[in-house]
């Protein structure tokens, strides 16, 4: 089975042709619509069960490309701050954004 390792939002994916894998919010000036293709240019490596290819640290003319699918947000994380005795609670909630996206082509 042919994988690879890209890396997208400061972080790393293990990957396969077919696979969907949520990443951070892709920046970009417009909106993506679904369908669209995305291309990653950030390959780390590339395993064909019979070669493997291993950038320094990114493969040259090597590409992933990707089906953007949807735009959503993760459940929201509840942060608070409790110091006992001096009356002071802060609460604070996040909801991060995330783009899921099809592996189409290594």
Do not use: C, W
Not at 73 to 83: E, H, N, S, Y
């Amino acid at each position: 089975m042919k994988f690879a390792v890209i890396e997208t939002g400061a972080k790393q994916y293990k990957i396969s042709e077919g696979d969907i894998i949520k990443v951070e919010k892709l920046s970009r000036t417009e909106e993506y619509k679904e369908g669209d293709k995305i291309t990653f240019d950030k390959v780390l490596l590339i395993d064909d069960n019979k070669d493997t290819k291993i950038g320094e640290p990114y493969l040259d003319k090597a590409k992933v490309e990707a089906k953007f699918i949807e735009e959503a947000r993760d459940p929201k994380i509840r942060i608070m701050q409790f110091k006992s005795k001096s009356n002071y609670l802060k609460r604070k909630g996040h909801r991060q954004t995330f783009h899921k996206v099809e592996i189409t082509k290594i």
